[in-house]
């Protein structure tokens, strides 16, 4: 099995495999937050307006564009804001700069999209290993 790393996402890239997207510090660790905290659903998009168009009185919006919290958007893009949030039995749709957009950038090609962090680095990692037939990338 290889391994693979692209440092960044870039429109031509395609995935055969498996894609570990890792945004360290906000997308990938605020998914997994928001899934701790009870969510029912996490869907991400790659734009704003995407986000928006999910809205409804069951659906919590989440996310940020250049560092901040968007007009609009029940919830920025903070892990521990995320743990905290009354979202139990909701879906949360989330959106950022770089972390939901490298996701979809990766779907595009791979058969399986994990979102990674140091927050569930293990779990990442061994899902990974199992999926994987012939390689696994990390974006």
């Given at each position: 099995m290889r391994l693979r790393v692209d440092l960044v996402p870039l429109p031509d890239l395609h995935?055969?495999?498996?894609v570990m997207v890792v945004d360290v510090?906000?997308?990938?660790?605020?998914?997994a937050a928001f899934l701790e905290a009870g969510a029912n659903a996490l869907y991400l998009t790659a734009t704003l307006e995407a986000a928006r168009a999910f809205k409804s009185g069951d659906v919590i919006l989440a996310g940020e564009e250049?560092?901040?919290k968007p007009n609009g958007f029940d919830y920025g893009n903070s892990p521990r804001e995320a743990k905290e949030a009354?979202?139990?039995?909701?879906?949360?749709?989330?959106?950022?700069?770089n972390g939901t957009k490298a996701a979809h950038l990766a779907a595009r090609s791979a058969k399986y999209v994990l979102l990674a962090s140091l927050y569930n680095a293990h779990a990442a990692a061994r899902i990974a290993n199992?999926?994987?037939?012939?390689?696994?990338?990390?974006?």
């Open positions: 995935y055969a495999d498996v510090i906000r997308a990938t660790t605020t998914a250049g560092g901040l009354p979202v139990g039995g909701k879906t949360v749709v989330l959106s950022t700069t199992q999926l994987a037939s012939e390689e696994v990338a990390i974006l």
